[in-house]
C-alpha cells in the first residue's frame, strides 16, 4: 500500500479509535492510565520548569549578556526563548519514553483487550507471557530511544555542518521520533499475534507510512491541552492496532 495513503490511515485512526471506544463503553479500562499520564506528565514539566530559570541564570552569566542595554535585553529574550524550546523538546521526549517505559504493563493491557474485540480472537492469558510482553516492550523502546538519539545527533551535526539544512532539521527530528513512537505502538499489536521481535521489526518496517502516521498524530495531540496529554497514549495503542489490522488483515 502506498506510503502516503498509510499514513493517512494512520492519522485517521484516531478518530476511529476515539468512537470504537465508545461504541463499545471501554472508558473503565482507561481512566487509570489516563490519569497516570497526566500526573508523568505534571511532574516531569514541575522539574522542567523549575530548573529551566537556574539554567537560563547561569548561562546569561557566562555569556555575559546580563545588563539593561537595548541589544542585552534583546538578546536575553531570544536566549530565553531558544532555551525554552530546547527544554520543551527534551521534556515530551522524556515524557514520551516514560509512557513507553514505565507504562508498559497498561499499554500490553490494554492492546490485548481492543485485539480481542475487534479480531474476535482470545488470547489466553498468562502470567508468564504477560510478564513477557511487558519486557518485549521496554527493551524495544530502550533500543528505539538509542536508535532515536543516534539518528537526531547526526541531524544536528550535519545541520551545523551545513546551515541551509538547519531549515529541516526540526521537521526531520519530528518525523525520526514520530516514527519510533509510532514502531512501540504497532509491536503491541503484533505481541497479541504472537510474532517475534524479529518478526514484528520486519513486518513494521514495510509499513513506514502507517508507523510515521500514529507517531506524528500522538506528538500532534500533545500540544492539546489536558486532553492531549490525558488520552495521546491511549488513543495511540488503540488507533495503531485497528489500523495495523486494516492493512495487514491475519
Given at each position: 500500500m502506498h506510503f502516503f495513503k498509510e499514513f493517512g490511515i494512520g492519522i485517521g485512526h484516531y478518530t476511529i479509535a476515539y468512537r470504537f471506544i465508545k461504541e463499545h463503553k471501554l472508558w473503565y479500562w482507561l481512566i487509570i492510565p489516563c490519569l497516570l499520564n497526566l500526573i508523568a506528565f505534571a511532574v516531569v514539566g514541575y522539574f522542567s520548569w523549575t530548573y529551566t530559570g537556574d539554567l537560563l541564570e547561569y548561562l546569561l552569566v557566562k555569556m555575559g549578556?546580563?545588563?539593561?542595554?537595548?541589544?542585552?535585553?534583546?538578546?536575553?529574550?531570544?536566549?530565553?526563548?531558544?532555551?525554552?524550546l530546547i527544554i520543551v523538546m527534551l521534556y515530551l521526549k522524556l515524557f514520551r519514553y516514560?509512557?513507553?517505559?514505565?507504562?508498559?504493563?497498561?499499554?500490553?493491557?490494554i492492546s490485548d483487550k481492543i485485539q480481542e474485540i475487534?479480531?474476535?480472537?482470545?488470547?489466553?492469558?498468562?502470567?508468564?507471557?504477560?510478564?513477557?510482553?511487558?519486557?518485549?516492550?521496554?527493551?524495544?523502546?530502550?533500543?528505539?530511544?538509542?536508535?532515536?538519539?543516534?539518528?537526531?545527533?547526526?541531524?544536528?551535526?550535519?545541520?551545523?555542518?551545513?546551515?541551509?539544512?538547519?531549515?529541516?532539521?526540526?521537521?526531520?527530528?519530528?518525523?525520526?521520533?514520530?516514527?519510533?513512537?509510532?514502531?512501540?505502538?504497532?509491536?503491541y499489536r503484533n505481541e497479541f499475534m504472537l510474532l517475534s521481535a524479529k518478526q514484528s521489526r520486519q513486518l513494521i518496517n514495510n509499513h513506514r507510512?502507517?508507523?510515521?502516521?500514529?507517531?506524528?498524530m500522538f506528538n500532534l495531540m500533545l500540544f492539546i491541552p489536558f486532553f492531549g496529554v490525558l488520552m495521546a497514549p491511549v488513543l495511540s495503542v488503540v488507533a495503531g492496532g485497528l489500523a495495523f489490522n486494516q492493512v495487514d488483515p491475519r
Open positions: 549578556v546580563e545588563g539593561e542595554n537595548w541589544w542585552r535585553i534583546m538578546l536575553q529574550g531570544l536566549i530565553s526563548i531558544f532555551v525554552r516514560i509512557v513507553l517505559i514505565l507504562f508498559a504493563p497498561m499499554l500490553a493491557f475487534n479480531t474476535g480472537r482470545k488470547k489466553p492469558f498468562t502470567f508468564n507471557q504477560f510478564a513477557r510482553d511487558v519486557v518485549r516492550g521496554v527493551v524495544i523502546a530502550v533500543k528505539n530511544l538509542f536508535l532515536e538519539i543516534v539518528v537526531t545527533v547526526c541531524i544536528l551535526l550535519i545541520s551545523v555542518a551545513v546551515p541551509v539544512l538547519a531549515i529541516v532539521a526540526p521537521f526531520l527530528i519530528y518525523a525520526v521520533e514520530s516514527y519510533y513512537f509510532g514502531f512501540a505502538m504497532l509491536d507510512g502507517l508507523v510515521l502516521g500514529i507517531g506524528a
